[in-house]
């Protein structure tokens, strides 16, 4: 009752009622009366939509004040020490290295940019799933990097807050609150029921509400400890969930939410009381194991769980533990914590049922900043851990939902404190690591590695979508995170049941995506899933092992090593014997993916390198080193294969697996392991057995034979040299490689660093990229490390960026020093390091190009010798590697092979062989073995070698070896061997099948077979190992031989006689390299020098061993001089072995090939010098020769022109014109000129702006408009010239071509598909000669090039004789021009020209259309050229010279093109402007009240406009003379027009005085001193309502400065100058003149006599006065005054008008870009949230004109006019289609050019020189003068087509 009443009553009163009543010590009847008002407001039955509800809450808390007031009042209590900011995705934040302790830490710019970071590691960087500012929070960050505000620790200033304020809140909340809870319990509907369910429309409506609550805690800390207390009290929320026992309603929602919470799988309250079973599993399904690990066993009772904690202890390790997700298998209380007992454990759950909405999260997380809320909060995060995975797993948006999980995980779980409390509390790790299996188990498999049918083990299958689309990554991510936490990752290696079940984890991902190579026929469908299996390692099993490696760096923690080590070990062996493993390998399989083996070598390399253990001690017997060595092997062996091409059919995803293998984020969790582990096997096992296994493996066993033929059955001939190359390789990688064998990490980054240096110069950031994180991070300095940048600067130097104007954009690389060439080059690791096999020929080349420049070596060199760290004691056993006879046998092989030129091998073979006998060298093995082992019975290769020792076997000589070859080959003897005693070697099991007589005879004479050998080891070590002899004979899965198809030739058994030994083969292979026969005299090693040894090619790699050999040992001194004093050539053993005739045929195949290679390349070198004629010197075509003729001949000779399509040469004629190829392009880079020669200042303040008024466009534009107000439109339109913006400009690279050629080429283009950037419709097309970008050709016109003789000849006419014929000239009518092609194409050419231009840009009389306007155009085309080239030669004509424009200039054809269209119109004679400047008319008073407006006063008129008119309205072609008397005319005008400009500068005084002085001097020569005619003029111009008067205040103001004669004429000259340096430009064109350069003060005086003002008598300077150019016709003074009267006499016009026509301003500064500010961040922090003027949004793609300073928005639909987006529309508008836009998100400029667009780079570089497109690095910017430089000479000379490459079509969606 009482609440209807109240809601009748106004909010505010009501509000200030009820607060009176509270604050009462007896409350119960506000209490009452609140409640009772709240029951009816906060109905939940009501729609959520309706705001009323919301407004009466923001009342009643404000307790009847403003809620802004309010507001304003609980903030000035904020006693908040965090920042806390909360950001959504997308946001800029900062991340600073050097403050931050968690490396999740972030900080928001605000705080950034008042914190003091100079000289920090910091950057930019864009926020991915959202972030919380960390200012403040000494948990995650340094103090020092705080900002000053959060610094100063504002909280115990603050005043303790009043009772009363918050008391409505506390009162009001709570409903509101449970209000919108009720709404989310209602709106819920479950996945599966028929209905469409709509969760987001239920947000939708709710939005208002939740952004009240985000309001709310943005008042700070006072508001925010209310809502904790509210949304913690476990009180408030028992009465208020379930609802009164009377209200229907909020019992139905309560079963809701209850039901919810039973389908989500957690126990609600009532049902554990009743002790129900609680079934957590959803449906059955799951797959192997899935059950057994989160099946629940029902619990009979309370009584049983009691039970769960004994069963943990009785668990055998191995066996799966069974683990129930509804209780941690630790604790019980678990289980009732998931009955929500307040407000935010609820609101948790709904948050999660909702996946996550973005509102949500952000209130969840701006609570943070309170600490009991965060204790709270992460207790309930953890609680719901199970069910939010289970949630995301299901989830169909499962990307967005991850971005928010890891929002709030990050925040909670970076803080050590809090991470650790909750793993003690909460059982953190089990809930991570048994949610991770869970969520694995969903999707296993069968593995298919080994046995397919028997095999037991299962693993992920990479396809799946969990997999597929990283659907486990916020789950792996927190698990990391915690890690990170030193006490955290303690408690997991503390927790034995833990790691047992983390190793049963990663097992699941041993062996997944399995390969089988295809033998057949190709794969059809190439899988992806690699990326997926790729990163599900790297992320799922790498990662947490580094962070747990983190901490096992010291002795203390041996502990913790040994016990992983052990799980490792046994996990590894349930592995084997699930895959059914015995001792071979599956063949043709092969999975990259072996965690449980990298584990093991990780931690063991740990614990040797950091915590001192010893090897022995961690390793497992023999049998089973030799199981772990197999799988890394064959993946070795692999890679060589995938290399070798024998994977092809697999498609190109293997390759791009062995690839990802070797990259560099993945190397040191992959291939670095997998090698480590190899050498520790092969240190610790027998090193024949290891050696025999590899060439196994690499299938090249049947290679290694003595015999010149032989079978293998499992290669290809061609795969087999790339097979050997590689298991040779890989030896030499095993033997020398020190990465986890005793180099310090210094040293590993120093030769990473180096490796990936010598490959290719690199920027800093590819250099960061490329190098392997190692467990030490390249942030942050490691104590007792050496930092990234200390080590670059120690190799490396830097190479600035160049710049070329034409050239592409080059960043900052570093480059290695010299001595880091000389000294560290390490060929081996490159290989190791390289993704692309050609990265290490690059590597090659760039060292031998170094070892040329600096004179080491001349020739090809060898790949160069490097020595390694010295081993760390525990792995000395590798040494016996290069000591065993197995090996050694096989170099001697190899080195026959190779002398006798067997196929198949290479110089990279030798190289190998080479390289592996030095390591032996370097590498002597302590003879303390003695004692070791027994020989059990006597090895079958003893008869190769007396020993192990290398150093002895050098000199040993082979006398004898018995082979198995074909019965083909040409070492088949006929007759019966000799019955000496040999030595055998044969390769393969066919030795077995010798015959009973040859055994009598060879009885001392083993045989050696690898495959054998290694058998017979294997048992050997078996039986060592195992007692129980049973297990020895093992069944053979499977044989190593299969007979290939066909019948091959029988196998004989043959002796070869060789009696070398490795030394003397060494030798010969010397003699064979230098192709000397005495290569080494007796007495070489005395004479050795050996510091020359280290580069070189194969002969100094031999030297440096025999060399090295002799130093060790005198006999080997001894054996070297023998051999070298018995030179004798090799004798093959047959005489017509093919090897001799193959040799000579090769010399000679060889100088046949350089013959022909030179004659190539001398027909490639004649070809490309006329093509560089061509290309270079196309005059603009004036032929030189044509000159030197006489007159007359000149009058016939015709220029020829060449067509660059069908080569011919000839004339361009009527009927077949030729054409320049020609770039139309509308250009207003004239129309952004302005005054002042500074560039203007791009704006980055509200403050600052640009005003375009000043422009030059924008002044000829009042200009015109002006007149057009006043006078006769025909007459303005031949006054001024447009084009300043939109004018076209006409370039040519100068090549020419038939017009009919041309229209074939563009048919072909246009069939031709594949077009680059630029459409043939629009007639776009390029050079068929030079490829630069064209869209038209301008016709040639037929006859000679630029007038020459009689149209030269200087003239003796009168000046009043030659006005008197220009005059004619202009009445006569040009000859109507014939149809012909040449006049057709000249029309299409002047259809293409209007065509370029915007119609805005042409239209600028009254009627559209008409002649007069097209008149302008056409001559404001020839304007516009002629600008442009002056802008081009630097704004005057000082340099002089044809410039390099001018060889390329095509105005000439232009202007011909351009007379002939404007012949079409004549002048009307009774207008003509010539009468006007050369003749006295008669006023004729009469008419001037006629219907017309007047015309334009000369005074007004634009004199380079009329110039251009005369020229190009008089017959073609015309005289020199008749050009020379337009020229003076129109001076004579120009310098009166300067002389009344000035004028109205004077202030009153000076011009009274400046007329009387001139009246004075109007004696002698009077028509040429500016005094007499500036005085004339004053007195003419003062006469009616004067000009003048106009701005006398202003002038008096301004002239402070006294005007001299000198500033006068200085004046004067610069006012002329534009007209004569454009007068001297059309003169060069017209008729070839050539310009003289002069110094710029003399530029006035050079210019005046080139166009025959002055006499060519050059005076010293100072003497010229502009007047004594001067020139008259008829008597100057009546000119003038006939020119001023027209001025006066204009009654319409104010007199400030007349001024501002008078004044005219010729000069204008060069164009100039937008002056950028020198710090990118300046631009970036007040652009990148700036609001778009036009749409008032902050653009997501915001973009800055860099001509004009126009903000726009890239791509956005928003600002989109008839279907075309704002870049494109304002680059027409400002730059008539040419626009220049710096993106501000991305840093990078692209130029907009029509309808193609192109990216062009950025102008702003880091520290480093590179740029960082799309800002992804985030460090700081700065400008780069050059590049922007560069930007604006491409401007200006409209080359932005030529230059940049890269164009694509925008369809005006930029």
């Given at each position: 009752?009482?609440?209807?009443?109240?809601?009748?009553?106004?909010?505010?009163?009501?509000?200030?009622?009820?607060?009176?009543?509270?604050?009462?010590?007896?409350?119960?009847?506000?209490?009452?009366?609140?409640?009772?008002?709240?029951?009816?407001?906060?109905?939940?039955?009501?729609?959520?939509?309706?705001?009323?509800?919301?407004?009466?809450?923001?009342?009643?808390?404000?307790?009847?004040?403003?809620?802004?007031?309010?507001?304003?009042?609980?903030?000035?209590?904020?006693?908040?020490?965090?920042?806390?900011?909360?950001?959504?995705?997308?946001?800029?934040?900062?991340?600073?290295?050097?403050?931050?302790?968690?490396?999740?830490?972030?900080?928001?710019?605000?705080?950034?940019?008042?914190?003091?970071?100079?000289?920090?590691?910091?950057?930019?960087?864009?926020?991915?799933?959202?972030?919380?500012?960390?200012?403040?929070?000494?948990?995650?960050?340094?103090?020092?990097?705080?900002?000053?505000?959060?610094?100063?620790?504002?909280?115990?200033?603050?005043?303790?807050?009043?009772?009363?304020?918050?008391?409505?809140?506390?009162?009001?909340?709570?409903?509101?609150?449970?209000?919108?809870?009720?709404?989310?319990?209602?709106?819920?509907?479950?996945?599966?029921?028929?209905?469409?369910?709509?969760?987001?429309?239920?947000?939708?409506?709710?939005?208002?509400?939740?952004?009240?609550?985000?309001?709310?805690?943005?008042?700070?800390?006072?508001?925010?400890?209310?809502?904790?207390?509210?949304?913690?009290?476990?009180?408030?929320?028992?009465?208020?969930?379930?609802?009164?026992?009377?209200?229907?309603?909020?019992?139905?929602?309560?079963?809701?939410?209850?039901?919810?919470?039973?389908?989500?799988?957690?126990?609600?309250?009532?049902?554990?009381?009743?002790?129900?079973?609680?079934?957590?599993?959803?449906?059955?399904?799951?797959?192997?194991?899935?059950m057994a690990l989160l099946g629940t066993t029902a619990p009979g009772g309370p009584d049983e769980s009691s039970k769960e904690e004994d069963q943990d202890a009785g668990q055998s390790v191995g066996q799966r533990k069974r683990v129930k997700l509804s209780s941690s298998t630790k604790d019980p209380r678990i289980i009732e914590s998931l009955k929500h007992k307040c407000f935010l454990e609820e609101l948790l759950f709904w948050t999660i049922k909702y996946e996550f909405p973005q509102k949500m999260v952000t209130f969840l997380l701006n609570m943070l900043p309170d600490q009991d809320y965060k204790i709270t909060f992460t207790k309930t995060f953890v609680q719901h851990y199970a069910f939010i995975m289970k949630t995301l797993m299901k989830s169909h948006e499962s990307d967005t939902m991850s971005n928010r999980i890891v929002h709030i995980s990050v925040q909670l779980f970076s803080n050590e404190e809090l991470a650790r409390h909750m793993t003690e509390e909460c059982h953190l790790l089990d809930i991570m690591v048994t949610v991770l299996l869970y969520m694995m188990e969903s999707c296993l498999i069968k593995s298919e590695l080994q046995d397919e049918e028997n095999s037991r083990h299962v693993v992920v299958n990479c396809s799946e979508a969990l997999l597929k689309n990283n659907t486990y990554w916020p789950l792996v991510s927190d698990f990391i995170n915690i890690l990170s936490h030193q006490s955290v990752a303690k408690k997991f290696l503390d927790d034995h049941s833990l790691l047992m079940l983390w190793m049963s984890f990663v097992s699941f991902f041993q062996g997944m995506n399995l390969n089988k190579r295809e033998l057949n026929e190709h794969v059809e469908f190439e899988s992806q899933t690699y990326y997926a299996a790729f990163a599900a390692e790297l992320e799922a099993c790498a990662q947490p092992m580094w962070g747990l490696l983190t901490h096992c760096k010291v002795k203390e923690t041996q502990e913790y090593t040994k016990t992983v080590v052990r799980y490792c070990l046994e996990t590894l062996q349930i592995w084997f014997d699930a895959i059914g493993f015995i001792d071979e390998p599956a063949p043709n399989q092969v999975t990259f993916h072996l965690p449980l083996h990298r584990y093991y070598a990780m931690f063991l390399s740990k614990a040797i390198k950091c915590q001192g253990l010893d090897l022995d001690s961690l390793l497992p017997d023999q049998e089973m080193l030799m199981k772990i060595m197999v799988h890394p092997l064959q993946i070795q062996a692999c890679l060589s294969e995938i290399h070798s091409n024998m994977w092809v059919r697999n498609g190109l995803q293997i390759k791009g697996q062995a690839m990802t293998y070797v990259q560099s984020h993945f190397c040191n969790s992959m291939i670095d392991p997998d090698i480590y582990l190899l050498q520790v096997c092969a240190s610790r096992l027998d090193p024949d057995y290891f050696i025999s296994s590899v060439f196994e493996r690499f299938k090249v066993v049947d290679l290694l034979t003595m015999a010149s033929q032989h079978q293998n059955a499992v290669l290809d001939s061609e795969q087999e040299r790339p097979m050997l190359e590689g298991a040779l390789t890989f030896l030499v990688i095993l033997t020398s490689l020190r990465v986890h064998l005793g180099m310090t990490d210094d040293e590993i980054l120093r030769s990473e660093m180096v490796s990936q240096l010598c490959m290719n110069d690199r920027t800093h950031s590819a250099l960061l990229d490329l190098i392997p994180e190692n467990p030490n991070p390249k942030s942050g300095i490691v104590p007792g490390s050496c930092s990234f940048e200390e080590m670059l600067s120690a190799v490396a130097d830097f190479k600035a960026p160049v710049f070329e104007p034409g050239g592409s954009m080059q960043q900052g690389m570093y480059t290695p020093k010299a001595e880091v060439w000389e000294k560290e080059f390490d060929p081996i690791m490159v290989v190791l390091r390289t993704v692309y096999r050609r990265d290490v020929q690059s590597a090659m080349d760039r060292y031998s190009a170094f070892l040329k420049q600096s004179g080491i070596h001349t020739g090809n060199p060898w790949p160069p010798y490097k020595e390694r760290t010295p081993l760390h004691p525990c792995y000395k056993g590798l040494i016996k590697l290069l000591h065993c006879k197995t090996l050694h046998i096989v170099i001697f092989t190899l080195l026959y092979k190779i002398w006798m030129d067997h196929q198949n091998m290479s110089e990279h073979v030798l190289c190998m062989v080479l390289y592996l006998i030095e390591l032996g060298l370097d590498n002597q093995v302590q003879d303390n073995k003695d004692n070791e082992e027994p020989c059990i019975e006597e090895h079958c290769h003893d008869s190769w070698f007396p020993g192990t020792n290398l150093l002895s076997n050098l000199h040993h000589v082979i006398n004898f070896v018995r082979v198995r070859v074909p019965e083909t080959a040409p070492e088949v003897k006929r007759e019966a061997p000799p019955s000496t005693s040999t030595e055998a070697c044969s390769y393969g099991q066919n030795s077995r099948r010798l015959s009973g007589n040859w055994r009598e005879n060879l009885r001392e004479a083993q045989v050696f077979s690898l495959v054998a050998e290694r058998r017979r080891k294997f048992q050997e070590i078996i039986n060592r190992s195992n007692t129980e002899a049973t297990q020895v004979v093992r069944p053979k899965s499977s044989s190593t031989r299969w007979v290939p198809p066909g019948t091959p030739p029988q196998l004989v058994t043959e002796i070869l006689e060789i009696r070398e030994s490795m030394l003397s083969l060494l030798i010969k292979l010397h003699q064979k390299l230098t192709s000397r026969q005495n290569s080494l005299s007796a007495s070489w090693l005395e004479d050795m020098d050996t510091s020359r040894h280290a580069h070189g090619d194969g002969i100094t790699a031999i030297e440096r061993i025999l060399t090295k050999a002799a130093t060790r040992s005198c006999q080997i001194k001894r054996s070297i001089q023998d051999i070298c004093g018995k030179v004798c050539p090799p004798v093959p053993p047959k005489k017509n072995s093919p090897s001799d005739k193959k040799t000579m045929d090769k010399e000679e195949r060889r100088q046949r090939a350089r013959e022909r290679q030179q004659k190539l390349l001398a027909e490639f070198a004649s070809r490309q010098k006329s093509f560089m004629e061509t290309a270079m010197d196309v005059e603009s075509p004036e032929t030189e020769a044509a000159m030197d003729l006489g007159a007359s001949e000149v009058m016939e000779s015709e220029v020829l022109y060449d067509c660059v399509i069908c080569g011919q040469s000839g004339p361009s004629t009527e009927d077949r014109p030729t054409g320049l190829v020609v770039l139309l392009q509308a250009s207003s880079v004239l129309g952004h000129r302005c005054k002042n020669q500074e560039a203007k200042k791009l704006p980055t303040s509200d403050e600052e702006h640009i005003y375009p008024a000043d422009t030059c466009g924008v002044a000829h534009d009042v200009r015109l408009t002006l007149m057009q107000r006043f006078f006769k439109d025909s007459s303005c339109l031949q006054s001024v010239s447009i084009g300043w913006d939109g004018g076209v400009y006409v370039q040519t690279c100068g090549h020419t071509l038939h017009i009919d050629?041309?229209?074939?080429?563009?048919?072909?283009?246009?069939?031709?598909?594949?077009?680059?950037?630029?459409?043939?419709?629009?007639?776009?097309?390029?050079?068929?000669?030079?490829?630069?970008?064209?869209?038209?050709?301008?016709?040639?016109?037929?006859?000679?090039?630029?007038?020459?003789?009689?149209?030269?000849?200087?003239?003796?006419?009168?000046?009043?004789?030659?006005?008197?014929?220009?005059?004619?000239?202009?009445?006569?009518?040009?000859?109507?021009?014939?149809?012909?092609?040449?006049?057709?194409?000249?029309?299409?050419?002047?259809?293409?020209?209007?065509?370029?231009?915007?119609?805005?840009?042409?239209?600028?009389?009254?009627?559209?259309?008409?002649?007069?306007?097209?008149?302008?155009?056409?001559?404001?085309?020839?304007?516009?050229?002629?600008?442009?080239?002056?802008?081009?030669?630097?704004?005057?004509?000082?340099?002089?010279?044809?410039?390099?424009?001018?060889?390329?200039?095509?105005?000439?054809?232009?202007?011909?093109?351009?007379?002939?269209?404007?012949?079409?119109?004549?002048?009307?004679?009774?207008?003509?402007?010539?009468?006007?400047?050369?003749?006295?008319?008669?006023?004729?008073?009469?008419?001037?009240?006629?219907?017309?407006r007047p015309e334009v006063p000369m005074l007004f008129r634009d004199v380079p406009s009329l110039l251009i008119i005369f020229v190009l309205t008089m017959p073609q072609p015309l005289r020199k003379e008749h050009f020379i008397c337009v020229v003076k005319m129109l001076y004579n005008l120009q310098f009166i027009q300067a002389l009344t400009a000035l004028s109205t500068k004077f202030s009153p005084e000076e011009r009274q005085a400046w007329s009387t002085s001139g009246a004075l001097k109007k004696a002698a020569n009077a028509e040429r001193s500016f005094e007499a005619l500036l005085s004339h003029a004053i007195s003419e111009l003062s006469k009616d309502k004067s000009v003048y008067k106009v701005n006398a205040e202003e002038t008096s103001m301004l002239s402070s400065s006294v005007w001299s004669p000198q500033s006068i004429e200085f004046s004067l000259q610069q006012f002329c100058l534009p007209f004569l340096r454009l007068s001297c430009l059309l003169q060069h064109h017209l008729y070839g003149d050539n310009l003289t350069g002069c110094l710029e003060e003399d530029e006035f005086s050079s210019l005046a006599v080139c166009v025959g003002l002055l006499p060519s008598a050059p005076q010293p300077s100072n003497t010229v006065h502009s007047a004594s150019c001067l020139e008259w016709a008829v008597s100057a003074f009546d000119l003038v005054t006939q020119w001023c009267a027209e001025v006066m006499g204009l009654s319409q016009m104010q007199a400030e008008q007349s001024v501002t026509l008078l004044v005219q301003e010729p000069q204008w500064a060069a164009p100039r870009l937008l002056q950028l500010p020198d710090n990118y961040n300046i631009i970036f922090q007040y652009y990148h949230r700036k609001a778009c003027t036009a749409c008032k949004k902050v653009p997501k793609d915001p973009a800055l004109c860099l001509v004009c300073g126009a903000f726009v928005c890239l791509k956005g639909v928003c600002c989109k006019q008839q279907g075309i987006c704002e870049c494109v529309l304002h680059s027409q508008h400002c730059g008539a289609a040419t626009g220049i836009f710096l993106l501000i998100n991305a840093s990078v400029i692209i130029i907009i050019r029509g309808h193609r667009f192109c990216l062009w780079g950025s102008v702003y570089l880091d520290a480093h020189g590179e740029e960082d497109r799309d800002l992804r690095r985030g460090k700081p910017l700065f400008l780069c003068e050059e590049r922007y430089r560069v930007l604006e000479q491409q401007w200006v000379s409209h080359t932005f087509d030529h230059i940049n490459k890269r164009w694509g079509p925008h369809y005006n969606g930029l």
């Open positions: 009752m009482m609440a209807a009443s109240l809601l009748r009553r106004d909010k505010k009163t009501t509000a200030v009622h009820l607060k009176a009543d509270l604050a009462r010590t007896d409350d119960t009847s506000g209490v009452g009366q609140l409640q009772e008002l709240l029951d009816d407001v906060l109905d939940p039955e009501k729609p959520a939509a309706d705001t009323e509800a919301l407004d009466w809450c923001k009342c009643l808390i404000a307790g009847g004040e403003g809620f802004e007031e309010f507001c304003k009042t609980v903030r000035s209590y904020d006693n908040a020490t965090l920042c806390g900011l909360v950001w959504t995705a997308n946001f800029v934040a900062y991340r600073c290295r050097t403050c931050g302790i968690s490396p999740c830490m972030s900080l928001c710019a605000e705080c950034f940019n008042n914190g003091d970071h100079t000289g920090h590691d910091f950057n930019m960087f864009r926020s991915q799933a959202g972030g919380a500012c960390d200012c403040g929070d000494s948990n995650v960050m340094r103090e020092t990097g705080f900002c000053r505000r959060h610094r100063l620790r504002t909280g115990e200033n603050i005043p303790s807050i009043p009772r009363d304020l918050l008391l409505m809140s506390e009162m009001v909340l709570p409903r509101f609150i449970l209000c919108i809870i009720q709404y989310l319990r209602d709106g819920y509907t479950e996945a599966d029921t028929s209905t469409e369910r709509d969760l987001q429309k239920v947000l939708q409506q709710l939005e208002p509400q939740i952004s009240f609550l985000e309001e709310l805690t943005k008042m700070g800390g006072a508001m925010r400890t209310v809502l904790t207390k509210i949304l913690t009290n476990q009180q408030t929320f028992k009465e208020l969930s379930m609802g009164q026992e009377e209200n229907l309603y909020a019992k139905k929602n309560y079963d809701k939410y209850l039901s919810a919470l039973k389908n989500s799988g957690l126990v609600s309250v009532e049902e554990k009381t009743q002790g129900a079973a609680a079934d957590v599993t959803v449906g059955a399904e799951g797959g192997a194991g899935a050629c041309h229209k074939s080429y563009m048919e072909s283009l246009r069939n031709d598909q594949v077009l680059q950037g630029f459409s043939v419709d629009k007639g776009e097309f390029t050079c068929p000669l030079c490829r630069q970008f064209a869209n038209s050709v301008l016709p040639c016109r037929p006859g000679r090039g630029t007038e020459g003789g009689a149209w030269h000849a200087p003239t003796n006419k009168k000046l009043c004789v030659l006005v008197k014929e220009v005059e004619d000239l202009q009445e006569k009518l040009g000859p109507f021009p014939t149809e012909s092609n040449l006049s057709k194409e000249m029309e299409l050419v002047i259809k293409d020209i209007k065509n370029t231009t915007q119609k805005k840009y042409m239209d600028y009389g009254k009627n559209p259309g008409s002649p007069d306007n097209d008149f302008l155009f056409m001559y404001s085309v020839a304007r516009t050229n002629l600008e442009l080239e002056l802008v081009h030669r630097g704004g005057n004509l000082c340099s002089g010279g044809a410039s390099a424009a001018a060889k390329r200039s095509c105005l000439n054809q232009l202007f011909h093109v351009l007379a002939m269209h404007m012949r079409l119109y004549s002048i009307d004679s009774a207008y003509n402007p010539w009468t006007k400047l050369t003749q006295i008319t008669q006023s004729k008073e009469a008419d001037s009240f006629d219907e017309e």
